[in-house]
């Protein structure tokens, strides 16, 4: 089986910072792309940014400028570290990998449970 955990949500203050961490466990051969995901209250859950397995990027134009998306693939995790946090940001974040599992020729879509993050104005 393979498991996301994530960390590194809580509450901040507009113009704050916070970093996100997701961490990938289990039966891996190889992660392809990661990324962070987001939905807020009433709203679509939408991309936020992601990394392929060589290091390139995207981010939604919300956050472009304001939030980078790394990688360090010898541990499987995946960060976000996000700076001039807004009222807007608010949501919870969901951390997503493709993943080939040990035994398996074919990628697997892998969710995390979700971390909140709060930003008062």
């Known amino acids: 089986q393979v498991q996301l955990v994530e960390s590194g949500g809580g509450l901040v203050q507009a113009g704050g910072s916070l970093r996100l961490s997701c961490a990938a466990s289990?039966?891996?051969?190889?992660?392809?792309?990661m990324g962070w995901y987001r939905q807020a209250p009433g709203k679509q859950r939408e991309l936020v940014a992601a990394i392929t397995s060589r290091g390139s990027t995207n981010y939604a134009d919300s956050v472009k400028g304001r939030f980078t998306i790394s990688r360090d693939n010898a541990k499987n995790t995946v960060y976000l570290q996000m700076n001039s946090l807004k009222p807007e940001d608010t949501a919870v974040y969901y951390c997503n990998a493709r993943i080939v599992r040990l035994g398996v020729s074919y990628e697997y879509n892998y969710w995390g449970q979700g971390t909140q993050v709060t930003v008062s104005s």
């Open positions: 289990g039966t891996i051969f190889n992660i392809n792309a």
